[in-house]
C-alpha cells in the first residue's frame, strides 16, 4: 500500500482509501452490493483483478467483512465501513455541483437538491461553517 508518509487524518485516511476505484466499491457495498459480480457490474470498467485487489484492501483495512455465502464469497461493511457513508455524500454534493453533467443528490420527495452539514448531537444543532469559533477542523 502507497502512503503519504504524514500523519493528518486526512493524509492518513487517504492511505487506506485513496486508490483508485476505492471508494466507488465502498459506494456499490452501500448500495446494497454484496457478490463479487455484483459490486463489479456497478463500476463496469473495473478489472476483476483490479476489484479482487480493493476488497481486499478494504477487508485488511477494516472497512468491510468477507463472509461465505451460500453461491460464494459475500462481502459486507462493517461499523467502520458505514461510517464512509458521511464521506461519499459530501464527495457526491460536491462532484454535483463541480462536475460537468453530473447533478447533486435529489430529494425523491421533493426533488430538491439535497445539502449536508455540520450537526452536533451533544447541542441537537446544525452548526454553518460561517460560525467561527463553533466549528474546529482538524
Known amino acids: 500500500m502507497k502512503s503519504y508518509g504524514q500523519f493528518c487524518s486526512i493524509a492518513r485516511a487517504l492511505d487506506l482509501l485513496g486508490e ?22 456497478g463500476i463496469p470498467r473495473i478489472s476483476r483483478t483490479m476489484l479482487s485487489a480493493r476488497l481486499r484492501e478494504l477487508t485488511d483495512a477494516g472497512a468491510i467483512e468477507s463472509r461465505d455465502g451460500a453461491a460464494g464469497p459475500e462481502y459486507e461493511l462493517t461499523a467502520a465501513g458505514h461510517e464512509l457513508a458521511d464521506a461519499l455524500r459530501l464527495l457526491a454534493e460536491w462532484g454535483g455541483r ?13 426533488g430538491a437538491p439535497l445539502e449536508t452539514r455540520w450537526y452536533c448531537p451533544s447541542c441537537e444543532r446544525t452548526v454553518g461553517d460561517d460560525e467561527e469559533g463553533e466549528l474546529h477542523r482538524v
Not at 483508485?20 to 459480480?37: A, M, N, P, Y
Not at 463541480?98 to 421533493?110: I, N
Open 98 to 110: 463541480h462536475s460537468p453533467g453530473a447533478e447533486a443528490p435529489r430529494h425523491a420527495v421533493c
Open 20 to 41: 483508485r476505484w476505492t471508494l466507488l466499491v465502498v459506494r456499490e457495498l452501500l448500495c446494497g452490493s454484496r457478490r463479487f459480480g455484483e459490486i463489479q457490474r
